[in-house]
C-alpha cells in the first residue's frame, strides 16, 4: 500500500475542517505557519489538495509532509520511518503476531491528538494494513487480497 493511499485516508477527516481557496496558491497564513514550526527545513515543495496544503521537505535529516488549513492551522505531520524507530511495544508485537509477515510499509503519523503508526505487512496472498492505538498495540485496519 501506498504511503500516499494511507495518508489520504486518515487526512479525509481533517479536510471538511479547511476553508476553500479557489486560487490554488499558498495563503501567506499557512506559509507563516510553516515557517515559525519548521525554520530549518529544506527542499520544500508546496502542493494543493482539495482544500488543504500539503508541503513536502527535510528537516534533520528526514524527509516529512506535514498539512495545512487554509488558515495555517497545521493539521497533521507524517514521515515514513523504519521499523527500528517504532515504540519497543509495537516492534515486538509485530515480530511476535505477524512473524511471517514483511514491512512493506511503515508511517507515523503526528497531529494534535498525539502521534501513532500504519503499518503495511504483506505475504504472498495479502496485504495487511494495522493502525497503533498510541504506543501500545496494533488495530486491523484494512486487509487487501494480491
Known amino acids: ?51 488543504m496544503y500539503k508541503v513536502s521537505f527535510q528537516v534533520a535529516g ?20 523504519s521499523s527500528l524507530q517504532l515504540p519497543v511495544v509495537l516492534l515486538a508485537s509485530i515480530k511476535k503476531d505477524y512473524n511471517q509477515r514483511w514491512i512493506s510499509d511503515l508511517v507515523e503519523v503526528s497531529d494534535e491528538n498525539g502521534t501513532y503508526y500504519y ?12 493502525k497503533s492505538d498510541g504506543a501500545t498495540r496494533w488495530n486491523k485496519y484494512q486487509k487487501y487480497e494480491k
Do not use: C, H
Not at 496558491?25 to 507563516?32: C, G, I, Q, R
Not at 528526514?62 to 514521515?79: D, E, F, H, I, P
Not at 503499518?119 to 494495522?130: F, R, S
Open 1 to 51: 500500500m501506498k504511503p500516499l493511499f494511507i495518508l489520504l485516508t486518515v487526512l479525509s477527516s481533517f479536510m471538511a475542517q479547511a476553508k476553500n481557496n479557489p486560487g490554488g496558491e499558498v495563503t501567506p497564513a499557512a506559509l507563516k505557519s510553516f515557517s515559525t514550526t519548521f525554520a530549518q527545513a529544506s527542499d520544500v515543495t508546496w502542493t494543493a489538495i482539495d482544500d
Open 62 to 81: 528526514q524527509y516529512a509532509a506535514a498539512y495545512y488549513s487554509n488558515n495555517g492551522n497545521l493539521m497533521v505531520v507524517t514521515r515514513n520511518i
Open 119 to 130: 503499518v503495511t505487512l504483506e505475504d504472498a496472498d495479502q496485504k495487511l494494513i494495522l
